[in-house]
């Protein structure tokens, strides 16, 4: 692969915008602290490539008016805490052109290093902090017409929703459109830039630390082998129905009149399951899973959907791998309905309090810039974490050339990182992208299909859903 860049610019906001120190809050200042990546594919179109990218940056401009704080600068205050200096210096544009054509990312647009290498901008970490953008952006034109577009946004400011939104409103200008929804960027619902005034309610010692290590550790020369890679598997509807069926079939009968486990819920004891078993966990082994709850809706009064930042709560369930695989796929989501219901208002406000009272928040943070066993904090075997994605919305992003034919996660070495999206057909089926070591691929794949105990023929493959808006 040979990349031209055409053209490379800082994107500035096209108004004046607020200046200043804006204080961020706690939950924006652990977790990952580096750029997180997503990419947009998009089928050939008779608009010329110039006209798109000036179309494009025009557009950008006028949605940083609205979105400034993407616009600015971190500035570090020491003991892993940010601050954010709003200065409107401005977002990374990168327009570029590749000679390679859509069919050659594969029928699902698994993704593979190529895509750190040709279609994001290169991000420079030894630069000062307060020098590095917190916005880079690269459109990409194929030879065969088509185009991808690059997303590495800084995950101190915002999370998924976060920037779904942004991708939202700035389709919306870029078509001509009104903004449908101002960004809320008050952030005094998470104690922004509070004193730490209260001692927490709950106890919070298991929510940051580190996750449950293999009882078996590899070996160096083990460990120098080990590579990973990441696979796209799809579900159709009616698999993901059986799955659902399955969960909530197999619930102990003092649970029959709660609420039936959801669609998430299954799908990532699914996942926790086939790894474990893909793996030859021991019985013994303890196992975890991180799940990542939007807050928003579940403090009193809940967020505006609009809040521009991190609202993002990690929850873990964990168990033993003996109990996990033997037992019925209810086991595994009742763990994680159990984790997940844990994310009350009182709650959340008492984990703000305790990371509060931190001395130092670096090490409830990592990088995804990560080595194959650990480099996250949930990452490496024997844990997974499973990103929700289904609920955000990110598909059917149209800037005026037609909606994308693939959204998903960019490439990642966490062995066990996992996003569950949407398939884009628009019904109930999904769309499963998973990085495990390469030892364990196919053994997870058998049972992602064989466990759900549902006829291999009427398995859903994304490509067909691709190939039929390629070519």
Same mark, same amino acid.
């Given at each position: 692969?040979?990349?031209?860049?055409?053209?490379?610019?800082?994107?500035?906001?096209?108004?004046?915008?607020?200046?200043?120190?804006?204080?961020?809050?706690?939950?924006?200042?652990?977790?990952?602290?580096?750029?997180?990546?997503?990419?947009?594919?998009?089928?050939?179109?008779?608009?010329?490539? %110039?006209?798109?990218?000036?179309?494009?940056?025009?557009?950008?401009?006028?949605?940083?008016?609205?979105?400034?704080?993407?616009?600015?600068?971190?500035?570090?205050?020491?003991?892993?805490?940010?601050?954010?200096?709003?200065?409107?210096?401005?977002?990374?544009?990168?327009?570029?052109?590749?000679?390679?054509?859509?069919?050659?990312?594969?029928?699902?647009?698994?993704?593979?290093?190529?895509?750190?290498?040709?279609?994001?901008?290169?991000?420079?970490?030894?630069?000062?902090?307060?020098?590095?953008?917190?916005?880079?952006?690269?459109?990409?034109?194929?030879?065969?017409?088509?185009?991808?577009?690059?997303?590495?946004?800084?995950?101190?400011?915002?999370?998924?929703?976060?920037?779904?939104?942004?991708?939202?409103?700035?389709?919306?200008?870029?078509?001509?459109?009104?903004?449908?929804?101002?960004?809320?960027?008050?952030?005094?619902?998470?104690?922004?830039?509070?004193?730490?005034?209260?001692?927490?309610?709950?106890?919070?010692?298991?929510?940051?630390?580190?996750?449950?290590?293999?009882?078996? +550790?590899?070996?160096?020369?083990?460990?120098?082998?080990?590579?990973?890679?990441?696979?796209?598997?799809?579900?159709?509807?009616? +698999?993901?129905?059986?799955?659902?069926?399955?969960?909530?079939?197999?619930?102990?009968?003092?649970?029959?009149?709660?609420?039936?486990?959801?669609?998430?819920?299954?799908?990532?004891?699914?996942?926790?399951?086939?790894?474990?078993?893909?793996?030859?966990?021991?019985?013994?082994?303890?196992?975890?899973?991180?799940?990542?709850?939007?807050?928003?809706?579940?403090?009193?009064?809940?967020?505006?959907?609009?809040?521009?930042?991190?609202?993002?709560?990690?929850?873990?369930?964990?168990?033993?791998?003996?109990?996990?695989?033997?037992?019925?796929?209810?086991?595994?989501?009742?763990?994680?309905?159990?984790?997940?219901?844990?994310?009350?208002?009182?709650?959340?406000?008492?984990?703000?309090?305790?990371?509060?009272? %931190?001395?130092?928040?670096?090490?409830?943070?990592?990088?995804?810039?990560?080595?194959?066993?650990?480099?996250?904090?949930?990452?490496?075997?024997?844990?997974?974490?499973?990103?929700?994605?289904?609920?955000?919305?990110?598909?059917?992003?149209?800037?005026?050339?037609?909606?994308?034919?693939?959204?998903?996660?960019?490439?990642? +070495?966490?062995?066990?990182?996992?996003?569950?999206?949407?398939?884009?057909?628009?019904?109930?089926?999904?769309?499963?992208?998973?990085?495990?070591?390469?030892?364990?691929?196919?053994?997870?794949?058998?049972?992602?299909?064989?466990?759900?105990?549902?006829?291999?023929?009427?398995?859903?493959?994304?490509?067909?859903?691709?190939?039929?808006?390629?070519?």
């Amino acid at each position: 692969m040979e990349l031209n860049i055409k053209r490379s610019l800082m994107v500035t906001p096209a108004e004046p915008t607020w200046t200043g120190n804006q204080s961020l809050s706690e939950w924006d200042q652990i977790g990952c602290t580096t750029h997180a990546h997503a990419i947009y594919f998009y089928g050939p179109t008779t608009t010329p490539i %110039q006209a798109i990218t000036e179309t494009l940056i025009d557009s950008l401009r006028r949605v940083l008016v609205h979105f400034y704080p993407l616009a600015g600068r971190l500035r570090s205050l020491g003991n892993g805490r940010f601050e954010l200096a709003c200065n409107g210096n401005g977002v990374v544009f990168v327009a570029a052109e590749l000679n390679v054509d859509l069919v050659d990312f594969g029928e699902d647009f698994t993704p593979t290093p190529d895509y750190d290498r040709f279609l994001f901008p290169s991000i420079n970490d030894a630069v000062p902090i307060h020098e590095l953008p917190l916005c880079f952006v690269q459109l990409t034109k194929f030879r065969c017409g088509g185009f991808s577009l690059g997303l590495a946004m800084s995950h101190v400011v915002t999370d998924g929703l976060s920037a779904a939104n942004f991708m939202i409103e700035w389709a919306r200008l870029a078509r001509g459109e009104p903004l449908l929804t101002a960004p809320f960027h008050y952030k005094t619902a998470f104690k922004a830039g509070e004193p730490s005034w209260a001692p927490p309610r709950f106890d919070h010692s298991n929510d940051f630390c580190c996750m449950p290590f293999l009882l078996k +550790q590899p070996s160096s020369e083990e460990l120098k082998k080990m590579k990973t890679t990441m696979i796209t598997l799809g579900l159709g509807t009616e +698999q993901v129905e059986e799955l659902k069926r399955t969960a909530n079939r197999d619930r102990p009968n003092k649970l029959k009149s709660s609420r039936p486990y959801t669609r998430y819920e299954a799908l990532t004891a699914h996942i926790w399951r086939c790894a474990s078993k893909a793996r030859k966990h021991q019985d013994e082994q303890p196992t975890a899973c991180l799940v990542t709850i939007d807050s928003r809706r579940r403090l009193q009064p809940p967020l505006p959907l609009g809040y521009f930042g991190n609202g993002v709560f990690d929850v873990t369930a964990s168990c033993y791998a003996g109990d996990l695989t033997s037992k019925p796929l209810s086991y595994g989501a009742s763990k994680i309905r159990s984790a997940i219901e844990t994310v009350t208002n009182d709650y959340v406000l008492s984990a703000v309090d305790y990371l509060k009272s %931190q001395r130092d928040l670096t090490k409830f943070q990592y990088s995804y810039k990560s080595s194959t066993n650990g480099g996250a904090n949930y990452g490496g075997n024997p844990n997974i974490g499973v990103v929700n994605w289904m609920n955000l919305p990110f598909n059917g992003t149209d800037f005026g050339w037609g909606k994308e034919i693939h959204f998903g996660p960019a490439y990642h +070495q966490v062995d066990g990182d996992a996003w569950i999206l949407r398939s884009g057909k628009g019904d109930e089926s999904v769309v499963v992208v998973v990085c495990l070591l390469v030892q364990h691929v196919e053994a997870f794949k058998k049972h992602f299909y064989d466990d759900i105990n549902y006829s291999p023929e009427i398995r859903y493959h994304v490509s067909e859903a691709v190939q039929d808006l390629i070519f």
